[in-house]
């Protein structure tokens, strides 16, 4: 069974399933020092890679 949170909002997140035009957004975010520290991805490369 999958759950998924879906147009729910809290004081520090907001959740809505990704869409292709989010990609963007997913740029700046690696592009910041330490994002690793706080997500359990893979940031070893470059924004790009």
């Known amino acids: 069974m999958k ?3 879906t147009n729910q909002e809290t ?3 907001k959740f ?3 869409e292709s ?3 963007n957004v997913w ?3 690696f592009k910041e020092e330490n ?3 706080f997500s ?3 940031t070893k ?3 790009v890679e």
Request: glycine share 4%; no cysteine; aromatic share 12%.
């Open 16 to 18: 809505w399933l990704l």
């Open 3 to 5: 759950y998924l949170i």
């Open 21 to 23: 035009n989010d990609f």
């Open 27 to 29: 740029m700046d975010l």
């Open 11 to 13: 004081q520090r997140l």
């Open 35 to 37: 994002v690793d520290e």
């Open 45 to 47: 490369g470059t924004a």
């Open 40 to 42: 359990e991805m893979d």
